[in-house]
């Protein structure tokens, strides 16, 4: 079994910053892709910014240039820097990671996400 858990989330007014924080633990081979997802009520999880295990990164239109994403391979964490916070960043924010805990078997997990609120 695998766990993921989310952490840093919390009330900033516009303009300000947030670092999110994502670790993984349990019975991990390798970890592959990871990445950050949000949601808001009434409407489906969206992407924000996924890394791969050797760096490469992609970032929805909304956050490029504002949100950092990266990872530390070596204690299995995903961060999530998160700049210029606007209101519309407001969401829950959910880690995912695709975890071999075998060379043969490969799952995603997500974490149980982390309220990110941007407000004055």
């Known amino acids: 079994q695998v766990q993921l858990v989310e952490s840093g989330g919390g009330l900033v007014q516009p303009g300000g910053s947030l670092r999110l924080s994502c670790a993984a633990s349990?019975?991990?081979?390798?970890?592959?892709?990871m990445g950050w997802y949000r949601q808001t009520p009434g409407n489906q999880r969206e992407l924000v910014a996924t890394?791969?295990?050797?760096?490469?990164?992609n970032y929805a239109d909304s956050v490029r240039g504002r949100f950092t994403i990266s990872r530390d391979n070596a204690n299995n964490t995903l961060y999530l820097q998160m700049n210029s916070l606007k209101p519309e960043d407001t969401a829950v924010y959910y880690c995912?990671?695709?975890?071999?805990?075998?060379?043969?078997?490969?799952?995603?997990?997500w974490g149980q996400g982390t309220q990110v609120t941007v407000s004055s």
């Open positions: 995912n990671a695709k975890v071999r805990m075998s060379p043969a078997t490969l799952y995603g997990y």
């Open positions: 349990g019975s991990i081979f390798k970890i592959n892709d």
């Open positions: 890394i791969t295990k050797g760096g490469s990164t």
